[in-house]
């Protein structure tokens, strides 16, 4: 019996000595230290031994039975590390090979100039004020004296959505909802898109953004509104640019103006940017209508103010030399990077 003992020593460490896997492991465990394993089996029979020869066989069958028991808790072990070698293998990370390089985006040129213009109005005093775009007929034409046949309220240059509620057609709605709350003196900006029913080429677009200025106070005159706007151009086009007002027509303001810049291609000299004239158009201007003050519930006798109204895709095209206005909107990464 001891032979068969040591016989059932050798043969389990040999096996465990060549295991690949658990499974493996557990097979070899059940077969020898199972309860029918091969070495309960001899525990088993150790009744058949002579009195004497029995306290020698137990402790040598318990002594097998912890050193295969060690045997298998280190094989058990190598099979741990073996595995996470394998692991660590296939995970390794080789530090001499370059990196991805990450494509860091860019801020889209209208972002650009739209913060050029509220940093120049903030830093002036004014506040950013937003609205909504979806707006009633009241807030986008009647509050600013635009009468019902106006040509601005036909379908075919508004989106209505029914008879009185629309898509605004200029940010000038926000001006008429701050001058119902707060009282003069009032210095605001509000920037925002604004929908208008146009085919779409390289000069419009049915979506295009804008930002109306408005000023109210006591005694505001001309002279302040070109005070204001004089700087605002001089700012984003060069201290040494060249501005001029023309009368015009805009029903919410009384007088209008448009205000041009000399051309920022030709610097004046006349080319097919400005059509030869010298000049480029960058926005639209004027004292605020009295009629608009009286339907907002202020005096015209004792305050006045002034308003102009620029679109960015505009005032981007003609900084950036751009040509056409889809690019703004292509999400082509080689237009968008030269900014």
């Known amino acids: 019996m001891k032979l068969e003992l040591e016989k059932i020593k050798e043969d389990a460490k040999s096996l465990l000595m060549n295991i690949k896997n658990k499974e493996e492991l557990e097979k070899i465990r059940i077969e020898y230290l199972g309860k029918k394993g091969k070495l309960t089996k ?7 031994l002579p009195p004497e020869e029995r306290p020698f066989i137990g402790q040598l069958a318990n002594d097998i039975r912890k050193e295969l028991e060690v045997s298998i808790e280190e094989a058990e072990k190598r099979i741990k590390e073996k595995g996470k070698q394998i692991i660590l293998k296939k995970e390794k990370i080789d530090i001499t090979v370059p990196g991805r390089k990450h494509i860091i985006g860019k801020k889209h040129p209208l972002t650009l100039i739209l913060n050029e213009i509220k940093a120049f109005f903030v830093g002036m005093g004014y506040e950013v004020v937003e609205g909504p775009e979806i707006e009633s007929d009241y807030y986008n034409f009647k509050a600013l004296n635009i009468p019902e046949d106006h040509p601005a309220r036909d379908m075919q240059d508004t989106f209505y959505i029914n008879e ?64 204001v706007l004089i700087t605002f151009a001089r700012y984003l086009f060069g201290e040494n640019r060249d501005v001029r007002f023309r009368a015009s027509y805009f029903p919410f303001t009384e007088p209008s103006a448009e205000l041009d810049i000399s051309c920022t291609a030709c610097e004046g000299e006349g080319c097919k940017v400005c059509k030869g004239s010298g000049w480029l158009e960058i926005l639209g201007c004027g004292l605020v209508n009295p009629a608009v003050l009286e339907i907002v519930g202020y005096d015209p006798k004792k305050v006045s103010g002034f308003a102009a109204g620029m679109g960015v895709e505009r005032i981007a095209m003609l900084k950036y030399g751009i040509d056409d206005m889809r690019l703004f909107y292509e999400n082509d990464l080689r237009f968008i990077n030269q900014f």
Do not use: C, W
């Open 164 to 227: 009185n509620i629309l898509l605004r057609t200029q940010t000038s709605p926000v001006q008429v909802r701050v001058m119902e709350k707060v009282k003069p003196p009032i210095k605001i900006i509000a920037p925002g898109r604004v929908y208008r029913s146009d085919e779409v080429d390289a000069t419009h677009s049915p979506v295009f953004n804008q930002v109306e200025v408005l000023a109210v106070d006591e005694s505001l005159s001309l002279g302040d509104l070109k005070g």
């Open 42 to 48: 001899i525990l088993r029979e150790m009744g058949k």
